[in-house]
């Protein structure tokens, strides 16, 4: 009997099976370095608008006596664009393109930085990092909870959207009564649905990962790389609610 020629036939499954692994990881990590890309383009554009009255003035309506009296047109347009674009990634995932896919993408990272910028403006610089480094802590448990977890949390899913759904119904509402003391209690429902979804949508990600590992004959690798775009933009959605939700509940204002 050749004992190497069945060390190597032993050896063979473990192989393939790091192979199969190191797909998903792949898939995985693109995820999150789209997601970083965001978050930096959004940081940047937030900082940049901030610190450039000239071209925050094109954002901002003032009254005749030079005081700010709320959001120009264009400010308005800045702040509902990357809803707008949000639906156009989800509505047209198989008709665009990768390219076309990410353009929007970056698209909407940019704009989401702009509309951020009032927040530089009405908060103190305290507020902010501390309520960043929080969300960043929080994001970063529940995402690691979500990858290591056994628990199929997809049992919550629905839990989790009738939730989230409630959340922005509330909200609207809000918006027309202008309740300060209901926004604060929002805010504590807002963390705590956005920190869920963070550990839902991180678990749901692996899945697809090794879901593309399964079928990596049947999905393009153009298809592979729009679903890590879609990934990058829910754990981005994910990581943002909760820190405008914690600014809202510990910022302090200017």
């Given at each position: 009997m050749d004992n190497n020629n069945n060390y190597e036939w032993a050896q063979r499954?473990?192989?393939?099976?790091?192979?199969?692994?190191?797909?998903a990881k792949k898939f995985f990590a693109n995820v999150f370095l789209w997601m970083f890309i965001a978050l930096g383009l959004s940081t940047l554009a937030a900082f940049f608008m901030a610190n450039t009255p000239g071209y925050m003035d094109y954002l901002i309506r003032y009254d005749e006596t030079g005081m700010r009296a709320g959001m120009s047109t264009l400010g308005y347009i800045v702040m509902f664009a990357p809803l707008g674009l949000v639906m156009l990634m989800s509505a047209g995932l198989s008709r665009l393109s990768y390219t076309a896919l990410l353009g929007v993408f970056v698209l909407y990272s940019v704009l989401t930085g702009v509309s951020l910028s009032f927040i530089l403006l009405a908060y103190?610089?305290?507020?902010?990092?501390?309520?960043?480094?929080a969300a960043a802590g929080i994001f970063g448990i529940m995402a690691f909870l979500g990858y290591t977890t056994n628990t199929d949390l997809?049992?919550?899913?629905?839990?989790?959207?009738v939730g989230l759904i409630g959340l922005v119904i509330c909200t609207v509402i809000n918006m027309f009564l202008g309740s300060s003391?209901?926004?604060y209690i929002l805010s504590f429902f807002g963390v705590a649905i956005f920190t869920a979804l963070t550990a839902y949508d991180v678990q749901k990600l692996k899945m697809i990962g090794q879901g593309i590992e399964e079928n990596g004959d049947t999905i393009a690798a153009a298809d592979s790389k729009k679903l890590a775009i879609m990934g990058a933009l829910s754990l981005y959605l994910d990581f943002l609610n909760i820190f405008l939700y914690l600014l809202r509940i510990f910022g302090n204002r200017r």
């Open positions: 499954p473990v192989y393939v099976q790091e192979e199969k692994g190191a797909v103190t610089t305290g507020s902010i990092v501390s309520c960043f480094a997809t049992q919550f899913r629905s839990i989790l959207m003391q209901f926004d």
